[in-house]
């Protein structure tokens, strides 16, 4: 398997819901990413995690958790979200953090309403 | 601090004709660096990357780019555009702390 999947693949949700992201990857790799990108622009990065522990945080807002349950796994738990949070949200992973490929998966496509 | 310099945020070619795509980054010290393509509603996916020794990079899709590094270039190329190019492409540059950095990305349209 030479993937990182990402579901779902759209996610529409109101701002008092509570919703996931998760993203999944089989090559072994020990770094994993959050991304957020909106229509036109570069993916900014939120967070990394690196032998499935939180090594950077880049100031994200805390209606995003991230959570990394084992080294395939990386989840991205949604709360009371705004309207300017709808973006795609990209996962990504490499073999380890000093490794500088990074290999994205498909993203999620969020509404917020 | 680095940065990634993408000349043109639209760029227009006739299929067939030469697609060239601009990216110039500033850094004290060679770094890594990235072509990444974005088709609509999808994923980014890698193109090409230049590590170390070869300076010209043959990617996927018949894409290429040239790593000059007196220049501060690394432009990407593909002698014939095809209509299945467009998409939105985005240049990456990662120093030696791995921090990736994007360009600002250039949208191709190729016209039949």
């Known amino acids: 398997d030479t993937e990182v999947t990402q579901t779902p693949k759209h996610l529409v949700m109101g701002m008092t819901n509570k919703k996931s992201l998760k993203c999944e990857q089989h090559?072994?790799?020990?770094?994993m990413y959050w991304y957020k990108q909106k229509a036109k622009k570069p993916p900014e990065l939120m967070f990394v995690?690196?032998?499935?522990?939180?090594?950077i945080n880049e100031s994200v807002p805390s209606r995003f958790s991230p959570e990394c349950p084992n080294s395939s796994l990386l989840n991205l738990h949604l709360h009371a979200l705004q309207p300017e949070d709808s973006a795609l949200y990209l996962c990504?992973?490499?073999?380890?953090?000093?490794?500088?490929?990074?290999?994205f998966g498909p993203g999620t496509r969020l509404t917020v309403l | 601090a680095q940065s990634v310099t993408q000349l043109g945020s639209h760029v227009s070619v006739s299929e067939g004709a030469l697609v060239l795509l601009r990216c110039n980054y500033s850094s004290s010290v060679p770094p890594y660096l990235f072509w990444y393509v974005q088709y609509p509603n999808q994923g980014l996916q890698l193109l090409l990357k230049?590590?170390?020794?070869?300076?010209l990079v043959k990617g996927i899709n018949g894409f290429e780019a040239e790593f000059k590094k007196s220049e501060t270039s690394f432009h990407l190329t593909k002698p014939s555009a095809h209509m299945s190019d467009a998409a939105e492409y985005f240049c990456?540059?990662?120093?030696?702390?791995?921090?990736?950095?994007f360009g600002t990305g250039t949208s191709l349209t190729v016209i039949p």
């Open positions: 090559m072994g790799h020990r770094a």
């Open positions: 995690y690196s032998y499935e522990k939180l090594s």
């Open positions: 990456a540059v990662t120093p030696e702390s791995n921090q990736f950095y």
């Open positions: 990504a992973s490499s073999q380890d953090p000093g490794t500088v490929s990074r290999q």
């Open positions: 230049y590590t170390t020794g070869a300076t």
